[in-house]
């Protein structure tokens, strides 16, 4: 694609905006421009660029937030603990678990006897992104069920449920061990899961989400969290680029 100079008399230089966020050096960001993979609004450009209020700043076509205290933590979260930033009955809340500053926000809910990865930002564009259905980022959960689910039951988590709120869309179902179920599911209807579960007969007993679109981490242990890396999210942006 051309490069597109653009007017340097408004707006911040591209390099100093990608050093801001975490790309490195201003050198090695200097050196993602020369590259080409940097792009304004769609249009790739050079190193006179500057960024100015509205303008798209893209990495190797993923769209970067330029907020100037940009942060998504990775949490794994345990049971007994609910997903709202303040709870009136005074039960601890996953915004306890992470830093008090930036505020942040979970991105989507598990409920209060779900365990696993979530992610809490005060990024309001990705989590749009991540949550909104049509972008169809996917959700990995173990469940724990009652009972042996046979290939009827199987064949109709994998089609679709009939739930109260409407027939559920295709999810990828696996029965890895007898009791264990490895189900991955784009949609984000309340203990979507769970009901699922049950409607076949086999209520859960314990659920995990293992995995949230490209991310998934097996040494975060339960109450822990860690900040995102900037290459993850730029997977978390390429994984919202393409809507269903």
Known sequence: MEHLERSPDAGERVQKVLAKAGFGS???????????????????????????TGDALAVDGAVISTLPDAVTYLLNKPTAVVTTASDPHGRPTVVDIVPGEPRVFPVGRLDM???????????????NRLTHPSFGVEKEYLAHITGSPGRASLRRLREGVELEDGMTAPAKVSNPSPGLLRITIHEGRNRQVRRMCEAVGHPVKRLVRVRIGPLADRTLKPGHWRRLSVNEVLELQRATAQAR
Do not use: Q
């Open 26 to 52: 201003r050198r090695l960001c200097e050196d993602l421009i020369r590259d080409g993979r940097v792009a304004i609004n769609g249009d790739t450009v050079g190193l006179g660029a500057r960024l100015r």
């Open 113 to 127: 006897d779900t365990e696993g990865l979530l992610l809490l930002t005060n990024d309001g564009d990705m989590a």
